[in-house]
């Protein structure tokens, strides 16, 4: 027999950034991050896993192509959903031994992989999900969170809807190093994202690798890690509480500058911005300043690509605006808003 079962994982934006580790081996993080999870209409890795008694190795597909399975993370997320599924099959003997089954996994992601809009997040989000509901594990989504964080930090935050703070935790063996919703999707209807596709190209410093150098040689991020991030999660979920977008947006724009600032503090300096990416950081401040209050918040991930949160009212002069300082925008789904607007570096 071939068992099987699928998931879908969506995109996460954060809007307190993760940056910095303080294990690479269990992907602990230096600060706590919250981030605001898209609908799996606009972004979405969705995932198959099988086992059977016949295949011969664990094996993964992405949109078509073999993937290896062989690196440290994948390991350790395969070996804690086995470990997991084993419990429950020593509890229950009557049940088929999938744990010592190889998995096949076939993913596929309905954005481009390449476009650096954190397809690694969905990605394993989905790997887990997949794995636990072909377990059927009872384990809750913040308990997968752990493992899903081993496969990629931003992934524990996917497994949920909504907001979502992963909090980074005080123990060695990262076991409180978990992701916790802060409030539903529904709890803030009006809320929008849209994605200006800045430059598909893939970027030329990773999260890993770039995360690892600002820990080691900037000399600001101990600040932002221990003062200032810290307070800024405070401020961010009380903002989602009281649907204050004036602060959401404050806090959003200055996180996501800090980020980008530790990366210029980097020796050697990370550049993930680019002057496309300024533009539309004038253009939204200016907006701001034009309106006299908040209605749009720009963030950049590693990567030039903007993502701008805004209130449904505020669509049309938001993107209207966008548009056209910045040609080339095509279409939005209903809920939250996409513009894919290929730009020129
Ligand atoms: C800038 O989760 O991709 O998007 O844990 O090494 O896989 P690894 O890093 P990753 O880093 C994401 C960094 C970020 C900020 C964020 O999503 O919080």
Not at 124 to 132: E, L, N, S
């Amino acid at each position: 027999a071939v068992y099987h079962a699928t998931a879908t994982a969506p995109v996460n934006i954060a809007v307190i950034k993760y940056w910095g580790k303080t294990s690479t081996k269990l992907n602990t993080p230096t600060n706590s991050s919250l981030s605001v999870t898209l609908s799996q209409d606009d972004l979405r890795t969705l995932t198959t896993a099988s086992c059977s008694a016949q295949f011969q190795a664990d094996a993964l597909w992405l949109n078509g192509a073999p993937h290896d399975v062989s690196n440290v993370r994948s390991q350790a997320c395969f070996a804690e959903l086995r470990a997991l599924r084993k419990a429950k099959e020593d509890r229950d003997p009557s049940l088929p031994p999938l744990s010592s089954y190889k998995l096949h996994l076939v993913s596929e992601n309905n954005f481009p992989t390449a476009a650096g809009l954190a397809s690694s997040a969905a990605g394993f989000a989905a790997f887990v999900r997949a794995i636990a509901d072909l377990y059927d594990l009872e384990e809750t989504p913040t308990e997968l969170s752990r493992i899903a964080r081993q496969g990629s930090g931003s992934a524990c935050r996917s497994l949920f809807g909504g907001y979502v703070a992963w909090e980074k935790g005080s123990r060695d063996d990262g076991k409180d190093s978990i992701a916790v919703q802060v409030a539903p999707e529904s709890h803030w209807p009006t809320m929008r994202a849209a994605i200006l596709v800045i430059s598909d190209a893939k970027k030329g410093v990773s999260s890993t690798a770039g995360m690892q150098s600002t820990v080691a040689t900037s000399t600001l991020f101990p600040n932002r890690a221990n003062v200032v991030v810290p307070a800024r999660m405070e401020a961010m979920k009380k903002a989602i509480a009281e649907k204050d977008f004036e602060t959401f947006a404050d806090l959003t724009m200055a996180d996501s500058n800090s980020f980008h600032a530790v990366c210029l503090d980097t020796v050697p300096p990370i550049f993930y911005m680019n002057d496309t990416s300024r533009s539309a950081v004038r253009i939204v401040e200016e907006m701001n300043r034009c309106a006299g209050e908040n209605i749009a918040a720009y963030t950049f991930d590693a990567g030039p690509n903007a993502v701008i949160y805004y209130e449904e009212p505020a669509q049309d002069i938001v993107l209207g605006v966008l548009k056209k300082a910045m040609p080339a925008a095509i279409g939005w789904s209903d809920k939250y808003s996409k513009i894919e607007a290929k730009l020129p570096d």
